[in-house]
C-alpha cells in the first residue's frame, strides 16, 4: 500500500527543514514558513517517498 | 480631560478587538525582574489562543527569561479617537515543537504573518526562531472614553 506521499521542506530564507505531508505542503504553499513567514513556492519541497516497502 | 465610565468589554467584543489587532506587549518575568517585548500574533478566536513567533539570538535578554517560566501576560491595547481599548491576558507560554506542527499551526501562524517588530535585521536563517503559543487562564477587556473637551484645570 502506498504511503502518504511525503515532502522534505527547506525553507530558502530562514533554512528551516521539516518532513511534511501534502497538506501541510499545501497549507505551506499558502500561508508562507510557520517559522518565518517568508512566501514560498513549489521548490522548497522535495518529494521523498510514497512508496514504502515494508 | 476625564475619563469616561469604564466598561467591561463582552467576549465577543474581546475576540473582535484582538482579532483585528496584531499586535501587542509580552511580559515575562524572572524572579524579581520583569522583560517585556513587543510582539506581533496570530489570534484564533474559537480556540481562544495566541500564536507568537518570538526571536533570539544565544546572548539575547528574551531566551534568559523564556527559560525561565511560562508565566506571561500580553496586552492588547488602542486608542482610537476618544475610546480606548485594552485587552489584558494571563497565561502560559508553550513552546510548539517543530515535529508538533500541524496544518492548523501553519494556518494561524499564516494569520500572524508580520513580525513588525523582530525585525529581521540579521538573515534569518543565523536566528533562533521559536513558535509559541499562548493559552490564557484570564482575558479581561476594557473600554473607557476620554472627553478631551474637558481639559480646564480642577480645584
Ligand atoms: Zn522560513
Redesign the pocket.
Known amino acids: 500500500m502506498d504511503g502518504e506521499t511525503e515532502y522534505v521542506f527547506d525553507?530558502?530564507?530562514?533554512?528551516?527543514s521539516l518532513e511534511v505531508n501534502g497538506s501541510m505542503r499545501d497549507a505551506l504553499l499558502e500561508k508562507?514558513?510557520?517559522?518565518?513567514?517568508?512566501s514560498?513556492t513549489p521548490e522548497a519541497f522535495t518529494k521523498t517517498t510514497s512508496t514504502e516497502s515494508t | 480631560m476625564s475619563l469616561g465610565p469604564q466598561t467591561e468589554l463582552s467576549r465577543e467584543e474581546t475576540d473582535a478587538f484582538l482579532g483585528e489587532r496584531e499586535t501587542g506587549v509580552l511580559s515575562l518575568a524572572l524572579d524579581n525582574e520583569p522583560y517585556a517585548v513587543p510582539v506581533s500574533y496570530g489570534y484564533d478566536a474559537g480556540a481562544r489562543k495566541f500564536y507568537l513567533r518570538l526571536v533570539s539570538t544565544p546572548e539575547s535578554e528574551k531566551r534568559r527569561f523564556l527559560a525561565s517560566t511560562p508565566q506571561a501576560r500580553l496586552v492588547v491595547y488602542e486608542e482610537e479617537g476618544d475610546v480606548y481599548r485594552s485587552v489584558v491576558v494571563v497565561g502560559r507560554l508553550e513552546e510548539i515543537a517543530r515535529d508538533e506542527l500541524t496544518v492548523e499551526h501553519v494556518e494561524q501562524y499564516g494569520e500572524a504573518k508580520r513580525p513588525l517588530f523582530e525585525i529581521w535585521g540579521q538573515a534569518?536563517r543565523d536566528l533562533d526562531?521559536k513558535l509559541y503559543q499562548l493559552v490564557p487562564e484570564q482575558v479581561t477587556g476594557r473600554r473607557i472614553a476620554v472627553d478631551r473637551g474637558d481639559d480646564a484645570p480642577k480645584s
Open positions: 525553507c530558502p530564507a530562514c533554512g528551516e508562507g514558513c510557520v517559522v518565518c513567514g517568508s514560498l | 534569518k526562531i
